[in-house]
């Protein structure tokens, strides 16, 4: 089946220390996306890639980072400088031109603080 | 800057009751709307989108969706809510220039028998 697989699904970080968070897709789509979710926040976008080796920041990029090195995964680094890293982060993927804006949603990681 | 506003934080209905979720975008140019549903145990799916002609659009699970151009909204609505209905509801907008989705914070939905 076609999807989009994020590992792993809890995932706890210790002061100072890095974690990657894991995405990859079979769909083929060229754009994936990194959000935070937070209660009452919504989503909130981190990173943004439309191909290959480029991404953008989205509205909330300070103290994540993100690679790009294949089309089917997007991997983003939650440092040590993002302080308040606790919460549910969403990788999401789309096809871009043929029917932009539709994203296809991972089911999650919960990132929390040790 | 592009932004969604989505004015009910919770919304309690009746199964068998309509429903009106509320959205308002900020955005310069003609935007691309989108509801997402996110259930438990089912993540986030598309309910529907619109990107120009009709007005009215038409969404899965019998939602339907109206732009109003000129009070910057995209209200979500069910003639008949069920219980399977109960979830949060984001409104999104599509920044067409920057190729990405902004989301509104959500509202969430509450079926009672």
């Known amino acids: 089946d076609g999807g989009i697989t994020q590992s792993p699904k809890y995932l706890f970080r210790k002061e100072g220390q890095n974690v990657t968070l894991s995405c990859e897709q079979n769909l083929n789509h060229d754009a994936m996306y990194w959000y935070r979710q937070d209660p009452g926040q919504g989503l909130r976008l981190i990173y943004y890639?439309?191909?290959?080796?480029?991404?953008q920041k989205g509205d909330i990029a300070e103290g994540y980072s993100v690679s790009r090195e294949k089309k089917e995964s997007f991997p983003l680094t939650v440092t040590s400088a993002q302080k308040n890293p606790t919460a549910f982060y969403l990788c999401?993927?789309?096809?871009?031109?043929?029917?932009?804006?539709?994203?296809?949603f991972g089911s999650g990681t919960q990132l929390s603080v040790l | 800057a592009q932004s969604v506003t989505q004015p009910d934080i919770h919304i309690t209905v009746s199964e068998g009751a309509s429903l009106e979720l509320r959205c308002n975008y900020s955005?310069?140019?003609?935007?691309?709307l989108f509801w997402y549903v996110q259930s438990p145990g089912q993540g986030l799916q598309l309910l529907l989108k619109y990107f120009s002609g009709d007005t009215l659009v038409q969404g899965i699970k019998g939602f339907e969706a109206e732009f109003k151009r000129s009070q910057s909204s995209f209200n979500l609505r069910k003639p008949s809510v069920h219980w399977s209905d109960a979830a949060e509801y984001f409104c999104?907008?599509?920044?067409?220039?920057?190729?990405?989705?902004?989301f509104g914070p959500g509202t969430s939905l509450s079926v009672i028998p």
């Open positions: 999401a993927s789309g096809q871009g031109a043929g029917d932009w804006g539709k994203l296809f």
């Open positions: 955005y310069g140019a003609t935007p691309y």
């Open positions: 999104a907008v599509g920044v067409t220039s920057y190729d990405k989705v902004i």
């Open positions: 890639s439309q191909i290959v080796n480029d991404f």
